[in-house]
């Protein structure tokens, strides 16, 4: 079964990178139908799509696709997800998914401070 887990960055500063490493095991990312996706939840608020990879190919939300960047390592069966310029508004839960197969990780929490 395909389990995914995301890096623990701790705290992030207030206009630095964000970098998110999800490491897939049970199953390779070079998987067809399969679309690795990431996704955020801000405290007291809902799910938001930030975007993901499917076969080569990117997808970012338009509200933070210039900020966002989206690649894979098939080497290390991981994909990642940078999201530069952080604001405390970037505080959130973040999460790796395979969504096609609704496959989650258990997120990792991203608090940005000023």
């Known amino acids: 079964q395909v389990q995914l887990q995301e890096s623990d960055p701790g705290l992030v500063k207030a206009s630095q990178t964000l970098s998110l490493t999800c490491t897939v095991s049970?199953?390779?990312?070079?998987?067809?139908?399969?679309?690795w996706t990431w996704i955020r939840q801000p405290p007291g608020k809902g799910l938001e799509w930030i975007g993901n990879?499917?076969?080569?190919?990117?997808a970012y939300s338009p509200s933070l696709k210039s900020r966002t960047s989206i690649s894979w390592d098939t080497s290390k069966n991981q994909f990642t997800l940078q999201l530069s310029s952080v604001t405390p508004e970037d505080t959130a839960v973040y999460y790796c998914?395979?969504?096609?197969?609704?496959?989650w990780g258990q997120g990792t929490q991203v608090t940005v401070s000023s």
């Open positions: 049970g199953g390779s990312i070079t998987t067809n139908r399969v679309y």
């Open positions: 998914v395979a969504l096609s197969q609704n496959y």
């Open positions: 990879t499917y076969s080569g190919n990117t």
